[in-house]
Nanobody
Framework: QVQFVESGGGLVQPGGSLRLSCAAS????????MGWYRRASGKDRELVAT????????NYADSVKGRFTISRDNAKNTLYLQMNSLKPDDTAIYYC?????????WGQGTQVTVSS
């Protein structure tokens, strides 16, 4: 069964950095585009970044462009999100999933809190 396990979140001060990881299983990771998503309290889940299965096509939401970097290791079935220059508005639960996806198989996510 499709499963995602996100990790690496935490509490960080504005301007700080975090690196999120997502371990994927239950499907052929190396043949699927992937995405990082986030849901802030009281808001809908939004798409943060996407990466093609060969990492040759990458896109970011305007709100994170220039600060976040998505990457993947197909040998380890793992997706990453390097987050720099974090802002309070980045506070959210971060999830990974296939892109596009059918709206199912979401993991627990990892909480990122940016606060002084």
């Amino acid at each position: 069964q499709v499963q995602f396990v996100e990790s690496g979140g935490g509490l960080v001060q504005p301007g700080g950095s975090l690196r999120l990881s997502c371990a994927a299983s239950g499907f052929t990771f190396s043949s699927r585009a992937m995405g990082w998503y986030r849901r802030a309290s009281g808001k809908d889940r939004e798409l943060v970044a996407t990466i093609s299965y060969r990492s040759n096509s990458i896109n970011y939401a305007d709100s994170v462009k220039g600060r976040f970097t998505i990457s993947r290791d197909n040998a380890k079935n793992t997706l990453y999100l390097q987050m720099n220059s974090l802002k309070p508005d980045d506070t959210a639960i971060y999830y990974c999933n296939r892109y596009p996806n059918d709206g199912h198989n979401w993991g627990q996510g990892t909480q990122v809190t940016v606060s002084s």
